[in-house]
């Protein structure tokens, strides 16, 4: 049963940079799939940060790409979101998740996911 | 971006009713389209893809149908533990986008 669990720290101030790990347990991430961020706020709601592959080619929100990357490091089976220069809007719960999808297909979903960790962007 | 709509906002129901959950693309996404149910202080969890498709595990009270704009997410005989939020999310194209949810509280 593959099993996900995001860390990195709970508070930051603005203009700092956040910095996340996403551990995987009971799967090889260089075995394949997409690995996703999202992230969850009151006033935004679900928002998808953006994915990587196991050969680190990665695609990322429009509308974060200027102060986002997302990595992976196949040797400690985990990957990572960087977001630089966040301010109070980056206040969220952010989750990683597996993304799946069909053959052929530009049907993705994302299953399963981890259960989250909050962060808060306050001076 | 595509924009998804959620109707209604919140529901009330009872125990034993079969409800029905609306989204609405943008534009036409296929059958891109899936649902997802959220429990307080959870993560989300699966429960349909490719807009008709059971994620293994999900109990058969659930199902979904749509393509293109429109697509409903059924429970027929609703259990104490179907009260939560639920969500739609299209995988068209990037951004990947999220419905607003739908509440589903009991009566």
């Known amino acids: 049963q593959v099993q996900l669990q995001e860390s990195g720290p709970g508070l930051l101030r603005p203009s700092e940079t956040l910095s996340l790990n996403c551990s995987v347990f009971?799967?090889?991430?260089?075995?394949?799939?997409?690995w996703a961020w999202i992230r969850q706020s009151p006033m935004r709601g679900l928002e998808w940060i953006g994915n990587v592959y196991h050969s680190s080619r990665s695609s990322l929100n429009p509308s974060l790409e200027s102060r986002v990357s997302i990595s992976i490091d196949t040797s400690k089976n985990l990957f990572s979101l960087t977001l630089t220069s966040v301010t109070a809007a980056d206040t969220a719960v952010y989750f990683c998740?597996?993304?799946?999808?069909?053959?052929?297909?530009?049907?993705?979903?994302?299953?399963?996911w981890g259960p989250g960790t909050p962060v808060t962007v306050s001076s | 971006d595509i924009q998804m709509t959620q109707s209604p906002s919140s529901l009330s129901a009872s125990v034993g009713d079969r409800v029905t959950i609306t989204c609405r693309a943008s534009?036409?996404?296929?059958?891109?389209l899936n649902w997802y149910q959220q429990r307080p202080g959870k993560a989300p969890n699966l429960l349909i893809y490719a807009a008709s498709t059971l994620q293994s595990g999900v109990p058969s009270r659930f199902s979904g149908s749509g393509f293109g704009t429109d697509f409903t997410l059924t429970i027929s005989g609703l259990q104490p533990e179907d009260f939560a939020i639920y969500y739609c999310q299209d995988s068209y194209e990037i951004p990947y986008s999220f419905g607003q949810g739908t509440k589903l509280e009991i009566k």
């Open positions: 998740a597996r993304q799946s999808s069909a053959t052929g297909s530009y049907s993705r979903w994302f299953d399963p």
């Open positions: 009971g799967y090889s991430i260089s075995r394949g799939y997409y």
């Open positions: 534009l036409s996404i296929d059958n891109y």
